[in-house]
Each structure stands twice: as C-alpha cells, then as structure tokens.
C-alpha cells in the first residue's frame, strides 16, 4: 500500500485535497440540487435523498482519501509529513502551509471517521433547509480539517472561524426550543478567546520582524520578554480552555449540547471540543515554553483539569436529561487531557492523545445513539424511560458497550487512554492523579446509573414497550463505533507507536524551551 500511494504522489496532495472535497460537495448540492415546485400543491421542494447522497458520498470519498494516512505515514519520522508550502498573503508574509505529525494525524482521522457516521446516523431527524444545512457541514468540515493541519498561524486563525460560523447557524436553525440563546452564547464565548489569540498572533508576528506568520519561524524567532510572554500565553490559553471547555469557562457546552441537533452534538463532541486541547499542544506549549511551564501557572492549570474531572463526574450524575448527562461527562473526560498534556511526560502525552481519540469515538456514539431513542420516544428525560432493553434489545447492547468504554473499561478504548495518562502524569504531578483517579469512580457511578434507570428497570409505559429497534443503516453505523472501541480497547499498539515520536518531540521542545527562557538572553529581541 505505501509503495502504491507513493507512486501516485499520495503525500504531495492529500492535504489539499482534504480541504477542497468538501468544498466541491457544498458546490454541488449548491448546484446541482435546485428546488422544484411539488406537482399537486404547487409549494417548492428539495429532494432530500439526492442532496443527502452528495453530502454522504462527499464525505465518504473524504474518508477514504485520508485512510492513506495510516499507511503513508512514518511512525519514525518526528517531522512534518506530507507538507505543502506555498506563497499565500506576500506582503504579510503569510504562507499556504500544511503539514502532519503524530499529534495532528489522528485529529484528522477522527474527524474523516466521524463525519460520515454523524451524517449516516442522523439520516432523517433534519427535514427542513436541507440544501443549507449540509452545505454548512461540509464547509464546517473544511474547517475543522484546516485547523488541524495548517503550520501558519495566521491561517490556523482563519479556519479556527471557519468552522466556527457553521457550528452557530446548525444550534440557531436547527436546534432545540432554546437554540438561539445557546447559539449565541457558544458564538460569543469562543469569538472572545478567538479575537485575544487573535490579537496575540499580531503580536508575536511583530515581534518576531513581522516577516512571517510561519509556525516554524516564530517558533524560532520568538524572545520570553518577561511578563508578556504570560500575557501572550494567556490570550491563547483562554481561546483553547473555552473550546475544551477547562473548568469554569465550561458553562457554553451544556446548553449547545442539549440544544444542538444530533449530528451537531456529534460533531461538538467529538471533534471541535479537541481543537482546544489541540491548540495547548500544538501552539501554546511550544510557543510559551515558560509561562506554561511556570510552577504557579502549571499547578493552576493542573488543578483547574482536576476540578474539571471531578466537578463534570459529580454534576453528570445528577442531570435527568440523558443528553445533559452525557454534555458533563465531555468536561470530565476532557479534565484528563488537561492534566496529561501539563504533566508532560512522554507517556502521559501519548495518554492525553489517546483519551482524545477514545472520546471522540465514545461520547460520539453515545450522542448519536441518544439521538436514535430521541427519533423514536421524542424524550430525553431519564425518568421517562425504563426496561427498554426488553423492546430494542440490539440498540441497548450496543448503548451498553459504549457506556462501558466511556467510563474505562479494560479491554475498550476509554481504559487505554485514562490509564496511560494517570501513569505518565503520576511521575511529575502525583498528587493531582490520585485526586483525578476519584473521577473513574464517579464515572462508573452517572454512566452505570443512568444506563440501569434506562435499559434494565421494570419496564414502564405502552409506549416504551412498542419502541422500534436500530434499523439495518444504524446497525451499521454503532457497529462500526463498535469495531473501533474494541479495537483501540485490544490492540493499541499501532496508535500508540505513531504518536510516540511527537509527544516525545513535544515534551523535549518544551522543557528545553523553558530552561533556555530561565537562562538570561542578552541577545537584541526585536519588538512590535
């Protein structure tokens, strides 16, 4: 397969590629997909399948073309793979570059895997404004897939909004009863921390000769001038701790969740809440080496992912709205990404990686499923529901199994990634792990919980008896969520290996970063 994918030059376009398919699916639907007038009412309508056909087989071909990656990527090589570079904004400096490492390379993958399944799970809940509403799920993937791949900063801002603006207008169009308060309020919360990193991003291309927006350069380039650098570090840690969301900048997802149509859920969960613990590992670590590594900044942050854990575990356990319970658990499960990425050990890097991919594909499915017993009952009210596993029996076996992987079970996904990463961070920040182990319990507690309450007590109401099991199309999709648990859940090892060189990268960056910035410099910084 390598030597196939290096005979058609697979490393020098697959970066583009990914970013302009989706493009080409919003164009056609756009397009090629007109509305007719209905021959008996006159009213206008859109055929639904044939627009949902072009946005499935958009993201299907996505998927597809990014599988490659597994392939033509090498585990060995800590540098940038399948990089592209070209001029862009000349006068600002600003260039078209593109490139992968270990840490982006499942970010993408997650999001290829999971586009496609959202669509697929959630085939028919949208009925009206459907030529608008994948068109922005298509433009919203670009977005995402821009963000995880771009080494300029001024075009990691630009598909930072990119995908942003979509997001907005699926919660305020399509979202529940309240969907204009928690579409403003997620567009407000993340367009505040946006536009200080945004401010930030001005400041270290003055300060660095306002020459370049490149990655690479500022990184160079870039002097610790004493309380700016925490200053600087601060306007990104605010826009990444918002999209995580860290504890207590968490107050947007809950309502964005609740109020979100399924596959917006999906896609919020699964993909977009990693863009911020993608940010700290990829920008404000290896920019802000000492203010990050700062005992007192540290511990605070550390602390804060800790409250995180416990405070998202405690509060899922009270919500009686399935999908409010599952939100919390996204701040929980997000508070151990923040502590492995600040204990910065190698493993418990690799273990922060691999609890961000493990969530994705977890909390993804739990959404999706939450929104196929939605389309069925029209409640996600736990106290409605009851013994239902005597009615949908295969949609309760396969709920069971997601559960079960998000709360760590040994031989799923989610026990590989918290695992690892309470074992790398014990090394340099135990206290904090001991009190984060407490969120495994309380984990075991909501989840456990609020599957007995749903599935396994008496069963109750006629209408419950009669619910209708997963048809063969969402069979498919929870089974290949299925297939992907257990197989990061049983054999880790080939993940594991690819993320290795670049959270081993990432922690030597870093710490030698924050040693040189305790090290007087007597060299002239250029200033903005």
Do not use: C
């Amino acid at each position: 397969m390598r030597d196939w994918l290096a005979a058609v030059q697979y490393a020098t376009w697959i970066l583009p590629a990914l970013l302009v398919v989706p493009l080409i699916g919003a164009l056609l639907i756009g397009v090629a997909v007109r509305p007719a007038k209905h021959p008996d009412t006159e009213e206008e309508y859109v055929d639904g399948r044939r627009v949902r056909a072009i946005a499935l087989g958009t993201l299907l071909i996505e998927a597809l073309l990014s599988a490659g990656m597994w392939w033509a990527f090498d585990p060995a090589d800590p540098a940038w793979q399948f990089r592209v570079d070209f001029p862009w904004i000349t006068d600002w400096g600003a260039r078209f570059t593109l490139g992968v490492d270990g840490i982006s390379l499942f970010m993408i993958l997650l999001t290829t895997f999971i586009m496609p399944l959202a669509l697929m799970g959630d085939w028919t809940s949208v009925r009206t404004k459907l030529r608008t509403h994948y068109i922005l799920l298509l433009i919203l993937t670009t977005g995402m897939v821009g963000v995880f791949v771009t080494l300029d900063l001024l075009l990691f801002y630009i598909f930072w909004e990119i995908m942003l603006v979509p997001m907005y207008f699926i919660i305020g169009m399509w979202g529940g009863e309240r969907r204009t308060y928690a579409s403003v309020k997620f567009f407000l919360y993340t367009m505040f921390g946006s536009l200080l990193m945004l401010l930030a991003i001005i400041w270290l291309w003055a300060g660095t000769g306002a020459t370049s927006f490149a990655y690479e350069h500022i990184l160079a380039n870039f002097r610790h001038t004493g309380a700016a650098t925490f200053w600087l570090f601060g306007a990104f840690f605010l826009a990444f701790a918002i999209k995580v969301p860290l504890f207590p900048f968490h107050t947007w997802l809950p309502d964005a969740h609740v109020e979100a149509p399924t596959t917006g859920s999906v896609i919020l969960a699964a993909v977009m809440l990693k863009m911020g613990t993608y940010g700290f590992l990829r920008f404000a670590l290896p920019l802000f080496p000492a203010a990050a590594m700062h005992p007192t900044v540290r511990a605070i942050i550390l602390g804060l992912a800790v409250v995180s854990i416990v405070y998202g575990a405690l509060v899922a356990m009270v919500q009686p709205d399935l999908k409010k319970l599952v939100a919390y658990s996204s701040v929980s499960h997000l508070g151990f990404v923040m502590l492995g990425i600040f204990a910065l050990t190698t493993q418990s890097v690799q273990g922060a990686l691999m609890v961000m991919v493990s969530h994705g594909i977890s909390t993804g499915a739990l959404f999706l499923m939450i929104g196929m017993l939605y389309e069925r009952a029209h409640t996600r009210e736990i106290a409605k529901f009851g013994g239902i596993a005597r009615s949908v029996p295969m949609f309760s076996a396969f709920f069971l199994l997601v559960a079960l992987s998000s709360i760590g079970l040994p031989g799923t996904n989610g026990f590989v990634g918290e695992f690892v990463t309470l074992l790398g961070a014990y090394q340099t920040a135990p206290l904090f792990v001991i009190i984060a182990s407490t969120g495994v319990v309380f984990a075991a507690a909501y989840l456990l919980w609020g599957v007995q309450r749903v599935l396994f007590n008496p069963l109750r109401g006629e209408a419950n008896a009669t619910l209708v099991d997963l048809n063969r199309r969402e069979l498919a999709v929870v089974g290949v969520f299925a297939v992907a648990i257990l197989w990061l859940g049983l054999a880790p090892g080939p993940v594991l290996r690819r993320m290795e060189p670049a959270a081993s990268r990432l922690v030597q960056q870093v710490e030698r970063g924050a040693q040189l910035a305790a090290v007087p410099d007597t060299s002239t910084a250029v200033q903005p």
